[in-house]
Every structure is written in structure tokens, then in C-alpha cells.
């Protein structure tokens, strides 16, 4: 126990040290929260969410734009971002380019799924062809896998045609590309006996442009490559893979939304399973994976703890040890305060932050709300 405390202790200094001073009441009320925080304490209660760091406002959007998530590198150094609006999806998904600090259109005309007649663009990524591939979420309009992985042909730094690269995904979400094969979480791949099952997809370039493949669901399809089952907790959210990406040894890591397990996925040289295991954290416990991103330069894994309104750094190289980057309690989002985080990007030192607002049961976030926003961090 002596043990535990002290490194509680530290948590606090450190969290004390890493924050500005308060300017506001609320800031002052919850800077005083900090004292009192027990790391055994049940989580998400927002009176008790210190608050650490100081991300700033990179810019709000409009209501039109009310929900900001995926985040890609564009080979030109701008960056990307899908908004699909789940928050209110009567307003169109769409594509956007962030150049410098400020916001352009970049693809307003997204094709919407037949049955569903909605885009709900998560994720994306440029891939070796110079295309850009983004991930579709159609389960929160239907839980009948009829979400896909799209194609959007850039010719000259420009967008043109889309197309459907696979469908049959239940919820895909996260994708990255390593060499040229494109790995897709999907954080719904249920299967006949189990309900809460999620899945690491595979796909290589040559399969893709044979055309759009079709996944079999409720079956190993053989594109699967590792299936994972969600543990729901008072959340009863049970979403499993979210966020991924690979280290600097080629071990890709994915976290589970409902319940937060972090797992490591070796591969064979042929590409296929090694292992998969659950990564054991030191330092404190993460609750919610949403998105992540490893520097690969350091092996340092930053992940979206959506559940607690937080910036995890989780250090692969040192134990799995855990430090918070940066958390705040319920807020709007104003001045760049975290409302509820959902994908980071890293380019150079600046961690880009989109703030997806759009929360579930006992969250420390506790409304959608005006402002809709990106925040910025920016590393030592
Ligand atoms: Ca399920
Ligand atoms: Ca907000
Ligand atoms: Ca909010």
C-alpha cells in the first residue's frame, strides 16, 4: 500500500506541476480536485477529474460540423479530418483539410451508403498508392455490417472518384497501412456465439485493386486476423477494437472502447497471427480506448481515454508505463479544453487532438455541446 500512495503522490506533484494555474472558478474548483482524487476511486465523476496540461484551441467548427474524428498526413504536410456528425447526422459527413491553423473544405460529397443514405467517414490514411482510405461507421444507423472501407482516388494532390474498397464491415473504424497491406479495426465483428466480439482486419493493395471485396459476416472471414471479445462495464458500451497502430519493432497495438484493454498483435513474417496478448499497464489503469498514435521514434503510445476526457502516454519501451498528457473535467471544448477525445495525430512535436463530444453513460463528458472544436498539445 505504501507503495501504491507514493505513486499517487507523485501522480499528484506531477499533475500539480504539468498544470497552469487556475484562471477561472471552474478551473480553480477542479484544480483543488486534485487533492482529493483516489486512484481507486470508481472513475468519471466529474468533480473528482483533475486537470492536466493546457491543450489549446486549434480552431472551433460550426454546427454543421458538429463532430470531428479521424486525422490523416497528407503527403503535401496538410492534414486531413473526416466529419462524420454523429453527434447530429442530419447535417452530411464530410471530408475537411487543415492547413496551418485553419479549416478548408476538402470532399463535401461523400457517397452515402444505399440503405442507409448516410457517410459516417471515421478514420483515414493516405495509403502507398497515394490514395486516401477512410473507414465508415454505419452502426449507429445500422447494426446490419453495412458499414465499408472507401477509396477516395487522389490525382495531383487532388480528391476525385470514391469507391467502395470493402464492404461487410459491422462498425470499421480505425485503419493504418504498413508496407502494403491496410489493417482495419472493426469494434463490432460479432460472431454467431459471441456478441461482443471485435476483429483486426487485413487487406493487401493487390487484393483492393482487384475491386471491392466483400467480408462474410458472422465467420472468420479469412481476412481476420485477430478477434478480440469486449468485458462491458457500467458503460454497457461493447465496442471493442478501436484505435491502431504498429511500433517501431512492427507489433500493432489496438484498445478496446468498452472496456479498455490494450493489446499487443505480433505477426509471422508471412504476415499472418503470432500473438496476441493483453498489454499489463503500470502507472494507472486507462478505462476507454478510443483512437492512438505510437512516435516511433520513442515507442511512446499516446491514446484517446474518451471515457475520463484524457490524453494517455503509454511508454512501450518502459514497462507500459502509464502518464496522463492531459485531462480535463465536463467542459465545452472552449479555449481547446478536451470534450471527450477521440483521435490524435502526431506531426513533428504538436499533437493534434479531435474533440469527438458526443458522449455515453458515465462519461466525464457529460453533453454535446457548442463549441465543436480541435485542440492542440504541444510535446516538450
Ligand atoms: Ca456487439
Ligand atoms: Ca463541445
Ligand atoms: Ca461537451
Known sequence: MRTRFSLLLGGILLAACQSDPPKTEQEAVSKEAVVKTDSTAAPAKTDSVPTIGSPKLLFTLDDAHNTPDGL???????????VPNLADNSKPAVLMQIVGDSLKPYLSNLPVEP?????????????????????????????????????????????????????????????????????????????????????IMHFTLAELNKGTVHLKPKTMDPHVLAVFSTTPNETQVDNGADGLDYDSKGNFYTGSFGDGRLYKVSLKP???????????????????????????????????????????????????????????????????????????????????????????????????????????????
Not at 490523416?72 to 473526416?82: C, D, R
Not at 490514411?125 to 449507429?140: I, K, R, S, V
Not at 502509464?322 to 477525445?341: E, I, M, W
Open 115 to 199: 440503405s442507409t443514405k448516410k457517410a459516417a467517414p471515421m478514420d483515414l490514411t493516405f495509403g502507398p498508392d497515394g490514395n486516401l482510405y477512410y473507414a465508415e461507421n454505419q452502426y449507429e444507423n445500422s447494426k446490419d455490417f453495412k458499414s465499408r472501407l472507401m477509396k477516395v482516388a487522389v490525382k495531383n494532390g487532388k480528391p476525385g472518384t470514391i469507391t467502395t474498397a470493402v464492404d461487410g464491415f459491422a462498425l470499421a473504424n480505425a485503419v493504418v497501412w504498413k508496407g502494403n497491406t491496410i489493417y482495419v479495426t472493426d469494434s463490432q465483428w460479432d460472431m454467431p456465439n459471441n456478441d461482443k466480439g471485435s476483429a
Open 270 to 380: 508471412d504476415g499472418s497471427l503470432d500473438k496476441q496478448e493483453i498489454l499489463k499497464l503500470s502507472g494507472k489503469p486507462i478505462p476507454c480506448v478510443d483512437g492512438l498514435i505510437i512516435d516511433r521514434t520513442t515507442d511512446k503510445m499516446y491514446v484517446c481515454n474518451s471515457r475520463e476526457n484524457a490524453i494517455e502516454v503509454v511508454d512501450l519501451r518502459n514497462n507500459n508505463a502509464v502518464t496522463t498528457l492531459a485531462q480535463n473535467g465536463d467542459t465545452d471544448g472552449t479555449g481547446g479544453r478536451l470534450d471527450q477525445p477521440a483521435e490524435v495525430l502526431l506531426k513533428g512535436k504538436r499533437l493534434y487532438v479531435s474533440d469527438f463530444d458526443k458522449p455515453e453513460k458515465h462519461f466525464v463528458n457529460s453533453k454535446s455541446d457548442a463549441p465543436h472544436t480541435m485542440s492542440v498539445i504541444d510535446l516538450p
Open 72 to 82: 490523416a498526413l497528407a503527403p503535401n504536410g496538410n492534414l486531413i479530418l473526416s
